[in-house]
């Protein structure tokens, strides 16, 4: 559960989101802040905070909330 | 050592295609002007010699890499592991090229795809990679090799003109990209320069080239060199997604 929370605090920070936007919902490209761009930045975030590398592969993975905490896991990220 | 002697103090710098050369001048370069310096090459224990060489020459920490640009899930993964010791990466020189010359008519599919794979894919899985480890920070400039063909074309090197076309529009669409990042990405394109990559011009050859440059002379790895550290330095702050022509005026 604390790489989820963690997790939560960098989709909150990276992408922007106001109060009330849940990260667990959106999905990439359905939200306004989380396009091409925001992507990276969100990739970036990740990484430093849990410091891993995410492949060109795994980054096309992360599509939503859950994606994300499955490619932090395969990588070997610690809550 | 001066002040500006060392205006890259603390910065680390990866050359691919290091081990002569341009990019072997460009790494001494870097290495004299404070940076530690990466030096990547094909063959490793190869590398590995020449960064001693260079450290030795300077007194700079040089390290070598294994790095073949042309294997291009290959590349992020050691570019990774290179720099990984280092905790940073500052500046990235995309310099590892081939040139593979024939005749229209005599051009083969090998030849095409090792000249794209190299000096274009190379190029882009490089800058890819570099990318990742320079966002991290918000800060980094990379410089890659062009050329004079890439613009003018060259009579017999169909491909290699294609794939230096293709750094520039390379580094345009990376500098539009990356900017945002607070990375700068910016290219050379040399004229001739007397490297090992025109060995096998004829005399003749070299001497209409000389002729025909208005600086009377053919290039040297330094010239290039000295263009590739104003790009990535602090005085070249503000430009980004240029080709700078380094050249003795060759294009005129
Ligand atoms: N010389 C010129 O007139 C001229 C003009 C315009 C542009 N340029 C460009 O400047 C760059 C350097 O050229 P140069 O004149 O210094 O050529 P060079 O003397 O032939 O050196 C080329 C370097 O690239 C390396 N390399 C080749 N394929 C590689 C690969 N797959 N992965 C990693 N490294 C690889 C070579 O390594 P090995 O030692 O392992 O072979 C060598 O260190 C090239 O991109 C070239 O197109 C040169």
Redesign the interface.
């Known amino acids: 559960m604390v790489l989820e929370e963690r997790l939560r605090g960098v989709f909150v920070q990276a992408l922007e989101l106001e109060d009330g936007v849940d990260p667990g919902v959106i999905r990439y490209r359905n939200h306004p802040r989380w396009d091409s ?1 925001g992507h ?1 930045t969100l990739i ?1 975030a990740m ?2 905070e849990f410091d891993v ?1 995410i ?2 592969e795994q980054l096309i993975e992360i599509d939503c909330f859950d994606a994300a905490v499955k490619v932090l896991r395969d990588v070997g990220a610690h809550g | 050592m001066s002040a500006r002697m060392a205006e890259l103090d603390g910065r680390v710098a990866l050359v691919t295609g290091a081990t002569r050369g341009i990019g072997y001048a460009v790494a001494h370069e870097l290495a004299v002007h404070g940076a530690t310096v990466i030096l990547s090459g094909r063959d490793g224990s190869r590398a590995a010699e020449r960064a001693r060489d260079l450290a030795e020459q300077t007194g700079a920490q040089v390290e070598g890499a294994v790095l073949d640009v042309s294997a291009f899930d290959a590349v ?1 993964p050691a570019v ?1 592991a290179a720099v990984r010791p280092h905790g940073r990466l500052d500046i990235l020189v995309a310099n590892a090229g081939v040139m593979l010359s024939s005749p229209l008519g005599a051009v083969t599919g090998a030849d095409v795809r090792t000249t794209l794979d190299t000096n274009i894919a190379g190029v882009i899985a490089t800058v ?1 990679a570099a990318g ?1 480890l320079m ?2 920070r918000k800060s980094g400039a990379m410089v890659l090799l062009g050329s004079i063909a890439g613009r003018d074309g060259s009579a017999g090197q169909i491909a290699y003109s294609a794939s230096k076309a293709a750094v520039a529009g390379a580094t345009r669409s990376a500098a539009r990209e990356l900017g ?1 990042w607070g990375i700068r990405v910016n290219a050379v394109a040399p004229g001739v320069i007397d490297t090992d990559l025109i060995a096998g011009l004829p005399a003749e050859a070299k001497e209409r080239y000389s002729t025909a440059t208005p600086m009377g002379r053919l290039g040297t790895a330094a010239d290039v060199a000295k263009a590739v550290r104003f790009l990535v330095g602090d005085d070249a702050g503000f430009i980004a997604g240029q080709v700078l022509g380094v050249d003795g005026g060759l294009v005129l």
């Open positions: 761009l990276m970036v990484e430093s590398e492949g060109p | 992020a990774s890819q990742r966002m991290r945002r």
